[in-house]
């Protein structure tokens, strides 16, 4: 019996791979994440934190504009939350002694100063430029004394993915019935002999009208943004 299920799973390998299909594709070589990183507030840069090159992580500060008037409204703002609160809370005590009226004053300017200080605290927010992911910034506009503004935005550093890559295989949109989703793509980088192996995780719905073109995405990890090669997709008839 062992005999006869070995020899099945035998015939169907072979059959797999006589019914293989190779498709010559083309790719390049882009970051998985990769931002145009600007201010949304106005004012003047104070400060500059990182350079092209340098790694950083979810949440660092790259760059800071000038913001003692901003830092002053929100301390105005804590001070103004922290005198309407005990006010609400003696008020609250003696709710039931006192007119419903003016006990709903006391409750509204309580509630203003926590929107007034969520408001500051959101305008000084702005003022610093952060990493939204880990990576590697690879191009810097910056420089202390600039001034930007949140009327023109503008991209003062680009930033992307430090070792995880897509490629962007093309392939002919006469095959586009047949590569699908988990289908495997055989591939070297250009001047480079070492074989690698991967498999398709989106495919564009869109074909390129001037080459004809439709387009897979595979994840991949330490290539350089830019390079390009080429391999095969491996499907089956």
Same mark, same amino acid.
């Given at each position: 019996m062992k005999t006869i299920l070995k020899a099945l799973i035998s015939l169907l390998i072979l059959t797999n791979l006589l019914n293989a299909k190779d498709i010559c594709a083309t790719f390049t070589v882009e970051p998985l994440h990769d931002a145009k990183l600007a201010f949304i507030a106005s004012g003047i840069v104070k400060r500059v934190n990182v350079e092209v090159g340098e790694r950083v992580k979810k949440g660092d500060i790259l760059a800071e504009l000038a913001n003692s008037d901003i830092k002053a409204m929100l301390d105005v703002s804590k001070t103004a939350l922290k005198f309407a609160k005990k006010d609400y809370e003696r008020q609250l005590k003696i709710k039931n002694l006192i007119d419903e009226a003016r006990?709903?004053?006391?409750?509204?300017?309580y509630e203003n100063a926590k929107n007034q200080l969520a408001y +500051? +605290? =959101?305008?000084?927010?702005k003022t610093f430029l952060k990493a939204p992911f880990n990576g590697v910034i690879y191009e810097k506009d910056i420089e202390v004394g600039d001034a930007v503004s949140a009327m023109m935005l503008k991209s003062v550093y680009k930033l992307q993915s +430090?070792? !995880? &890559? !897509?490629?962007?295989? =093309?392939?002919? +949109?006469?095959? &586009?019935?047949?590569?699908?989703?988990?289908?495997?793509?055989?591939?070297?980088?250009d001047a480079d002999s070492t074989k690698y192996t991967g498999t398709i995780v989106k495919i564009h719905p869109r074909a390129n009208s001037k080459s004809r073109k439709i387009t897979a995405e595979i994840y991949a990890k330490g290539f350089i943004p830019g390079l390009f090669g080429d391999g095969t997709i491996e499907v089956k008839e």
């Open positions: 006990f709903d004053g006391v409750a509204y300017k +500051q +605290q =959101a305008l000084y927010e +430090q070792n !995880k &890559r !897509k490629l962007l295989v =093309a392939f002919d +949109q006469k095959n &586009r019935n047949i590569v699908t989703l988990g289908s495997k793509f055989h591939y070297s980088i």
